[in-house]
């Protein structure tokens, strides 16, 4: 397997916070809420996992890093609703699929709950499996977990916070919110 050389990233403010994208040649590897220098021991030990080794560079003209800040820039001044970015995914086939369930399945403005994706994928005994495989999202608002509610309509477990995901589904002008409790 070819590993690359750098793993470039960036930074950049959104209405939700500071967001880090990191990239390489083939597309976007990730994109998290806070600071690099904040997630810099995650970053170094999901590397490790996937690379064995690799380096960060910042560069905020690597095409796939200024792309992503773009069109998240795009979706938040309301031009955009589907994104187009490269994603090279690293997670297990199941993970995978799920994220591709979120991306596919659940347009913007909607909302699923865990049990309505399990049954997208015709797994609906995998309620919990795929909670884990939205907890695991690398592509924070690109693939959309914000989506994803509780079966009883309530916001629950969103790795960025539920005010985040409050905000997003907001944004999104989703009118099913319920905050929860």
């Known amino acids: ?48 996992r996937h690379f064995l080794r690799g380096e960060f560079k910042q560069d905020a003209e690597h095409q796939y890093v200024k792309q992503t800040k773009m069109e998240i820039n795009e979706y938040f001044s309301g031009d955009r609703k589907q994104f187009t970015i490269p994603l090279n995914c690293y997670g297990t086939s199941f993970q995978r699929s799920v994220w591709r369930a979120l991306l596919y399945k659940i347009p913007h403005g909607e909302v699923k709950s865990y049990k309505e ?35 009883n309509g309530k916001l629950v477990g969103y790795a960025g916070g539920l005010d985040k995901k409050q905000k997003l589904l907001e944004w999104e002008g989703n009118p099913q919110l319920q905050q929860a409790k």
């Open 1 to 48: 397997m070819n590993h690359p050389s750098y793993l470039y990233y960036d930074v950049f403010d959104s209405p939700v916070g500071p967001i880090t994208v990191l990239a390489d040649d083939k597309g976007v590897n990730r994109i998290d809420y806070g600071q690099f220098e904040e997630r810099i021991t995650f970053y170094q030990a999901w590397t490790k």
């Open 117 to 151: 994706v399990a049954e997208v994928l015709q797994a609906p005994k995998s309620v919990r499996a795929v909670g884990g495989a939205v907890n695991k999202n690398p592509f924070s608002i690109v693939v959309p977990c914000h989506r994803v509610i509780g079966s």
